[in-house]
Each structure stands twice: as C-alpha cells, then as structure tokens.
C-alpha cells in the first residue's frame, strides 16, 4: 500500500493541473490579502485572527475546488501502473480508497499551507508579525470542516460518476456566496467580517460561538458520514491473475 500511496501522490503532486490549481489559489490569495486582510477585517489588526480566519475564508472554494478536481483525477483516471500494484498487492477495497483519499487529503493541506506561508510571509514584510500560534483556530475552524465535507461529497458522487464530480466543483462557491444563514455557513467569511463588531471591544480576543461551532462540527460529522458511508458500500475488489497450470508432458 506504500507503493500505491507514493506513486499516487507523486502523480498528483507532478501533475501540470495541480500546479495551475496552486497558483491560481496564491494569486487570489495574494489580491486578497493586498486588497482586503491589509486594512484588517471588523476594525481589527490585519495579523488578527479575526483577519487572517477572513483571508482564509475568502481562499477556501478555491482550495476546495483543487481537493474535489483531485478526486475527480483518481475517479476517472485508472493507469495501467496502478492496476499492475492493486494486482500485486490485493487488499479490500476500502484500503485503496483510503489510500487515495490520503492522498487528496494531503494535496488539499498542501494547497493551504502554500497560503496560509504566503499570508505569513505577508505579515512578517509588513509588520514584523510573527505569533502564528494565535492563528491556528482560525485556521482549523476555518478550513478542516469544509475540506473534510467536500472529501467524503467528492467520494460519494465519484463512485456514481466522475463528472458529478467536476459538477460538485461549484458547491463550494455556492455555500460561500449564497446569503445562507449562519447555521450553514460554509466559509464563515460572514462571522470573521461582522462578529468581532459586536464584541464592543476594538480587536478582540478570538472566540467562537455556540451556533458556530455547531455549525463547524454539523460539515464535519456530515463529511464523515458520506465517507463511511461510501466505504462500506460494496466496492468490486482486485484479483490475482491465475496461476498457469503445467501440463506434464
């Protein structure tokens, strides 16, 4: 299973698109924090977390739109090399997909960290910031529900097909933009950008409310879900090429 692990992440990682996905993903990251996180979210300090949880937020579709084309690669794409190691090495189904799955799951961490150390690089240019322990909630409050949710949704409909796969691509940009109360919030752009207002204070501590974090763990059971969901259906397991049989002669 290393083997397969390896090969399909260097596949992944080597691929021309996953290079366009990344680039595109820091170039709006880029116009994002120059344009909006520089003047600082909610009157708070543009290194706030307040304001860097808003950068991310506005970021997510686009790194949730890399995780499900990675998806969308594996579902359609069965190379020759791959069958040859699954033949070699047969294993249940669900061993596989959770190979691929780790996988996807590193090559979404991989697009945030690319941009999240671009917002860090920021900071530190700018304003000699460098407290980036203050920033982690932020971070997994903003991008590890969704990432887990678009998984176990990109899992589900690429056993169905592949191209609702590439479909699913606009779900994160229609639960980002969509005026959807907060029990559904998607990015959380919303609660980054008006919460700290009501605190009364200029530049509070981060916090999360109840519906919030309600909401954070409702995307992340419901990712779950759809991902042992798809695992335990039946899946069609690899087989060993028959043994050829020696006649006597």
């Known amino acids: 299973m290393k083997k397969i692990f390896r090969y ?70 069965r190379t020759r090399r791959v069958s040859v190691l699954m033949e070699a090495t047969p294993a249940p189904p669900q061993r596989y997909a959770a190979v691929r799955c780790g996988t996807v799951m590193v090559g979404a961490a991989l697009l945030s960290l690319c941009a999240a150390a671009m917002a860090m690089g920021f900071y530190i240019r700018l304003f000699g910031w460098i407290s980036w322990g203050d920033l982690l909630a932020p971070a997994v409050l903003a991008l590890l529900p969704p990432i887990v949710f678009c998984l176990g949704l990109g899992q589900c409909l690429g056993r169905l097909h592949p191209s609702l796969v590439y479909a699913a691509m606009a779900v994160p940009f229609l639960l980002s933009w969509l005026p959807l109360p907060q029990a559904m919030d998607f990015s959380l752009a919303q609660f980054f950008q008006h919460y700290p207002t009501t605190c009364g204070t200029l530049d509070p501590a981060f916090t999360v409310t109840t519906p919030i974090l309600i909401n954070r763990l409702a995307y992340l059971a419901l990712g779950a879900l759809l991902f042992l969901w798809d695992g335990h259906r039946p899946g069609v397991r690899p087989k060993r090429a028959a043994p050829t049989s020696i006649q006597p002669g």
């Not at 698109?17 to 300090?45: E, K, P, R």
């Open 8 to 77: 399909e992440l260097r596949r992944l990682l080597l691929n021309k698109l996953f290079g366009g996905i990344l680039a595109t993903t820091l170039f709006y990251g880029w116009l994002t924090l120059n344009q909006t996180t520089i003047l600082g979210v909610a009157n708070t300090a543009p290194f706030s977390p307040w304001s860097f949880g808003h950068y991310l937020a506005q970021i997510l579709p686009m790194i949730c739109l890399g995780e499900l084309f990675f998806i969308g690669l594996f579902a359609a794409d």
